[in-house]
C-alpha cells in the first residue's frame, strides 16, 4: 500500500529502491527555499504544468492548481510509481487497493493510466508543505482533494519512477 509522511520520513522508508535516490535528490532541491526549482514552481500561475526530464528514465510533473471537491474517480499507473509532494498548500487523497475498485477507463498505455469510478471504503491521506506520499501500481488513488469547503492553491510535484522489472 501507499507510502506517506514527511519527506524524510518516506525517504527514509525507500531508501535503496532503484530511482528514488535520484527522485530525493531533485526533491530537495525542489523544498529548498530560494533554489532555482523552488522559484520555479512558486512562480507558477494557478493550472500550470511543466514537465521536467530527470535522470534514468525519470520525469517530475512540477504544477499548481485549485484543490477541488471529491470526484468520484480514482486512478492507478502500471509503468510508474508515482512520489506526490506537497511544494505549498495542502490536500487531501484517497486510497484505495485497485482490487476494490470498478474499472471505468481500461489502460491508457499512452498516458499510463487506468481510470476507476467510486469507493467509499477508502483511506485519506491530509499533506501539507513538505509531505509526500508513494503510490504504487496496485494503489488506486483520488489526488487534488481540497481540505474544507473551499478550494486553495496547491503547488506540487510528482516525480514519475519507472516501474523495475
Not at 506517506?4 to 529502491?17: A, E, L
Request: with cysteine; aromatic share 8%.
Amino acid at each position: 500500500m501507499a507510502i506517506f509522511g514527511t519527506i524524510n520520513v518516506v525517504r527514509d522508508q525507500t531508501k535503496g529502491r532503484v530511482g528514488f535516490d535520484q527522485a530525493f535528490s531533485y526533491l530537495d532541491e525542489v523544498l529548498s527555499e530560494g533554489s532555482v526549482a523552488n522559484k520555479r514552481i512558486c512562480n507558477m500561475a494557478a493550472g500550470e504544468v511543466k514537465r521536467v526530464e530527470l535522470s534514468e528514465g525519470l520525469y517530475a510533473m512540477e504544477q499548481a492548481y485549485d484543490s477541488k471537491a471529491r470526484y468520484d474517480a480514482f486512478e492507478s499507473h502500471r509503468k510508474y510509481i508515482d512520489i506526490q509532494v506537497i511544494v505549498t498548500g495542502q490536500e487531501l487523497i484517497e486510497v484505495a487497493d485497485i482490487a476494490q475498485l470498478p474499472v471505468v477507463q481500461p489502460f491508457d498505455s499512452n498516458r499510463d493510466v487506468i481510470i476507476y469510478g467510486n469507493h467509499t471504503s477508502t483511506s485519506v491521506l491530509r499533506l501539507t508543505a513538505g509531505d509526500a506520499a508513494v503510490f504504487h501500481p496496485e494503489d488506486g488513488h483520488m489526488p487534488n482533494l481540497r481540505v474544507g469547503s473551499d478550494p486553495t492553491l496547491v503547488r506540487k510535484v510528482v516525480v514519475k519512477v519507472p516501474v523495475s522489472s
